[in-house]
């Protein structure tokens, strides 16, 4: 089993930049095969995809998030991945949850919320 835990949210305003952070927990052979993916849901709309890494760390954007957002893993340590989001914007306001594919399991984090302010 494995847990996932986010942390990086925060208010900011228009413009500014967070860094999200989600750090796996568990069984390490399962981690270490993971894909990872960002989620965020906005008051009163369905979740989204923003972002995603393959196993073999190649990175993909949801269209409005490109140029804006990178995810990355931290290949130091294997069971962390980050979302560095620049030139946030108000309608970037959401909670934000890390998901992650291992074993044929698919796990979420608690989330954790970003504002962004205008």
């Known amino acids: 089993q494995v847990q996932l835990m986010e942390s990086g949210g925060g208010l900011v305003q228009a413009g500014g930049s967070l860094r999200l952070s989600c750090a796996a927990s568990?069984?390490?052979?399962?981690?270490?095969?993971?894909?990872w993916y960002w989620y965020r849901q906005a008051q009163g709309k369905q979740r989204e995809l923003v972002a995603f890494i393959t196993r073999g760390d190649s990175a993909n954007y949801a269209d409005s998030m490109k140029g804006r957002f990178t995810i990355s893993r931290d290949n130091a340590k294997k069971n962390t991945v980050y979302l560095q989001m620049n030139s946030l914007k108000p309608e970037d306001t959401a909670v934000y949850y890390c998901?992650?594919?291992?074993?044929?399991?698919?796990?979420w984090g608690q989330g954790t919320p970003v504002t962004v302010s205008s």
């Open positions: 568990g069984s390490i052979f399962i981690i270490n095969d993971m894909e």
């Open positions: 998901n992650a594919w291992g074993g044929g399991i698919n796990y």
